[in-house]
């Protein structure tokens, strides 16, 4: 039979002994971002997608082309915040402001479509035959 002092001393030991834990483990438990890292990767390859179609497709006459922009053009001005993918959200998780992005979208197009259409020069064509 053992004493009480040897019960508490066995219960007490454990308490004192140190864990063992590398420090990257302690380090990425206080980052702010530990293990989101992929996830705002795709979020942000996601919304450089939709900006692609939006200034590949702004000025275009194929009808594949146009679709594309629409849908790109309603994801991008929807103010909806229920889809986690939503241009909303996407936004607020890769810290970029919406409203700027679409002003900068809405500049674009308008300057693009303002801009006169300058044929190629003769000296151009001729390189191009080459």
């Known amino acids: ?15 004192f002994e140190p864990d063992v834990l590398l420090p990257g483990q302690f380090f990425s438990f ?7 890292d992929r996830e705002r990767r795709l979020m942000l390859a996601v919304l450089e997608d939709a900006i692609d179609c939006f200034q590949k497709y702004a000025h275009t006459n194929d009808l594949r082309g ?3 922009f ?3 053009y309603e994801w991008i001005m929807s103010p909806d915040k ?8 996407i936004c607020q998780i890769v810290d970029m402001n919406p409203d700027y992005i679409r002003q900068g979208l809405h500049r674009w197009r308008d300057d693009r479509a303002q801009a ?5 020069s003769p000296v151009q064509e001729g390189a191009q035959a080459h």
Do not use: C, H, Y
């Open 116 to 120: 006169p259409v300058v044929p190629p």
């Open 30 to 36: 206080f980052r702010k971002e530990a293990g989101f």
């Open 82 to 89: 229920r889809w986690l993918f939503s241009f909303e959200n």
């Open 70 to 72: 629409a849908e790109s």
């Open 1 to 15: 039979m053992r004493t009480r002092g040897a019960a508490i001393q066995d219960r007490s030991g454990g308490l």
């Open 66 to 68: 146009k679709q594309l």
